[in-house]
């Protein structure tokens, strides 16, 4: 009996040695892979750290090598043409003039000057003009102007003049279908400005001679309900604008820009105090766009490492 359950211990022996898959397969199975996952995270981990440690060899290189750096201690001059964009009363067309300094590729310096070539009538100019009274008629209100005397007192703009500090944070290259390629770059400004303006009729009453109080018959306020703003008022110069390059040497520049400043654009007695004189002034923007050609000295652009 013992001998046979011997020999039974013993078939039992030979035949789980026989069939390996039957001794808890799985177990050794599961450490061989987790065997090789080490090997291959050795494999990989090892040269990855190596390489961490190492220095890459592009690590203090710049963005882009051999970059022409089209601003970096060049001069910029130019001229063109521009046009006030909200004016109420007329459009002023300008011939400008521009020069600059560009401190670094990001950073520049520069004055320009805005000079009116002519003022065109709005049509809302045209439409209030011809809604008034050629000339003034029986009870016609005594603040309503006739069409000369509106007219009279409407604001010109002579000139514009500003200084400004340029940042430039965008420069690139476009491709218009894949085959014109420029240079181009985007930049805001600010800085101080001054506005001359003038009336239409330059022989009226300037503003700031008309008293508080005005004069009446009755000796009270009551008029005189119009008045001239003229000469140079200090101005804020505001806005963003771009340059398209042809080359190295020329560019299309052009700025969107927004003069502030305390005038009266009508010229009429605006708080209704019943007369019009200095207290008729108020924050007024003149958004201006100007496209100029501008050119850059020394003609060719350093080159960057
Ligand atoms: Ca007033």
New binding site residues.
Partial sequence: MTQNADLNLQATRRSTKDMPMKMKPTCGHRGQKRFALLVALTMTAVPLAAQAQRKSPLADAPAIRKRYELRATRLEIGAGFGTTLNQDFYHTLFFNVKAGFHITDWLSIAGFGGFAVANMATTFQNDLVSSLNPATIAGQQLNEPTRTEAQASMQKIKYILGAQLEFTPFTGKYSLAGKLFANYDFYAFVGPGLINVAPTDTSITPCDQIMKNGTTASGGPGGPFFCGVTGSKIAGNLGVGLHSYFNEWAALNIELRDIIAQLNPSG??????????Q??ITLSHTFMVTANLVFYLPSTASISP
């Fill in positions: 009429r007695d605006n708080n209704g105090d019943g007369v019009a004189n207290d008729d």
